[in-house]
């Protein structure tokens, strides 16, 4: 089956304003959304709102030394 175009494309195939697509997953649930050039900043306060807000339950990574550094004479 062949895809058919939008009905906001121009002639050409092309369209004035450009789209970003986000996809991001958890688990099982997948998300998909199309993001427009207008919307761009918007969308990015949002999303870093979003994972800020998510984000504030994780724990640094404790370093574990090895057997201490080799030295030469």
Request: charged share 35%; aromatic share 4%.
């Amino acid at each position: 089956m062949k895809p058919k175009p939008k009905k906001g494309a121009s002639a050409s195939g092309t369209s004035d304003d450009y789209l970003c697509l986000v996809r991001a997953t958890d688990g099982k649930k997948k998300i998909s959304a199309t993001v427009g050039a207008k919307d761009h900043m918007r969308f990015q306060a949002a999303y870093a709102t979003l994972m800020k807000a998510h984000m504030d339950s994780l724990k640094k990574k404790d370093k574990k030394r090895g057997k201490g550094k080799a030295t030469t004479n």
